[in-house]
């Protein structure tokens, strides 16, 4: 190791600066460069095959393995991975404090104990004692036999950790968090951008140089993204958030980056004393307190990942008092974009009739905490708005789903068919969707399925509107 020096490490994409300064000079982000002490030193490559050099080989010569994976005992969870854990990878956790991240990793850790597997429980946050005392309450102590194969390590040094994984027999690792851990060779503090990012870069090369499945908690930053540099994020097989997003006792568990799987995945789980379990159905339980029959009311079939989940939109139109003194009304969404809902109430002014909402407080939200991003939002929306300006309810058995082009047209959507379904299993009875998605292959699959739903195609914002009586 050379003399140390002071450097600038931007906390987005690990950039290093000689001096600060407000905007980082490669991903243009500011206030991310964060002062380190560092000593010049020569770092190998991260080399991924099985010897220390690595061969050259024709594409069609790699040896073509199915990935073999191994369930976490949670579905939900598995759902989100793709079908389960792959050996061999590197998973990132990331959360809010409290949301129940270690948790979900107990529970994990004692299924796969349970199977017979070797587990190793890396904590640099908890004692043993805070872990066994969680693991008795969730009744993940021991296995039928009486016995347990999960081995608790409070250790934050990584050349130790390096050491004992190359000698170890465990199958599944659980470092709780990577934030914690440190490289001695390195000058900064743990949870600096460079000690993450290269104890991120060493346990990737043992998950895949010794076929180990590890599984790293990460903390968050205030705005909600994973603490640390934008490369861990990088460098890790499968991003997974955590979170609850206002639900009470419900956790929303999402995909960013899944290399063995989609993207996007949703599990929903509930958490009690117990631990959590996957809420096996969704959407009854958004929908367990709708209100029926009110305007400004219309129930959305979401696609979260490949999965459909009914929730209801809400919409509250009122005078607006702000705006009769010169000021402009007010708009405000939880759940969904507040921009989406300006471009839709423009839509509405332009291209169907003057509903009066130049003048209106407007407030727009998803009920149960879920949030929205997909442009099939836009026709329930529409609907919901204009039912609660004019005071008069959406048929309670409707369900609607489209996207709205600033023509006032309605624009056809993915996964029309599983949205169309789950609502029909909950018993709606008509849905109103865009006219081109309504094909031969959909009306077949209803018709195998044997439920039984009215499909009302639409290709117009206005023509919509009409059918729902809202047109003036």
Sequence with gaps: MGKARTVFVCSQCGAQSPRWQGKCFECGAWGTLQEEKTAERRLGGMVLGLGAVSERIALDQVENLQETRFSTGVSDLDRVLGGGLVNGSLVLLGGPPGIGKSTLLLQVAAHVAKSGAEVLYISGEESPRQIRMRAERLGALRDKQGSSKITLWSETALDNIENHLRESQAHLVIVDSIQTLYRSDLAPAPGSVTQVRECAAALMRLA????????????????????????????????LHFD??????????????????????????????????????????????????????????????????????????SDSYASEQGAPPVRRTVGLDVNKLSLLLAVLQKRCHNYGFGKSDVYANVAGGVRLVEPALDLPLSLALVSGRLGKAVNADLVAFGEVGLAGEVRAVGGCEAR?????????????????????????????SGLSIELTGVSSLAEALKICGMSK
Excluded at 256 to 273: A, H, I, P, Q, Y
């Design 208 to 239: 895949k140089s010794c076929a180990i499945t590890i599984l790293l908690v990460g903390h968050i930053t205030k705005g909600g993204d994973i603490a640390g540099p934008r490369v861990l994020e990088h460098l890790v097989d499968t991003v």
């Design 420 to 448: 169309i379904m789950e609502a029909a299993k909950l018993g709606f009875k008509k849905a109103m969707l865009p006219q081109q998605s309504i094909d031969a292959g959909l009306l077949k699959s209803l018709k195998r």
């Design 244 to 317: 609850s997003h206002g639900m009470h006792n419900i956790r929303v568990l999402r995909t960013l980056k899944n290399r063995f799987g989609n993207t996007n995945e949703v599990g929903f789980l509930s958490m009690d004393s117990e631990g959590l379990h996957p809420l096996p159905d969704a959407s009854a339980f958004f929908l367990s307190q709708r209100a029926i029959g009110a305007p400004g009311t219309v129930v959305f079939p979401s696609m979260e990942g490949t999965r459909p989940v009914l929730v209801e939109i809400q919409v509250l139109v």
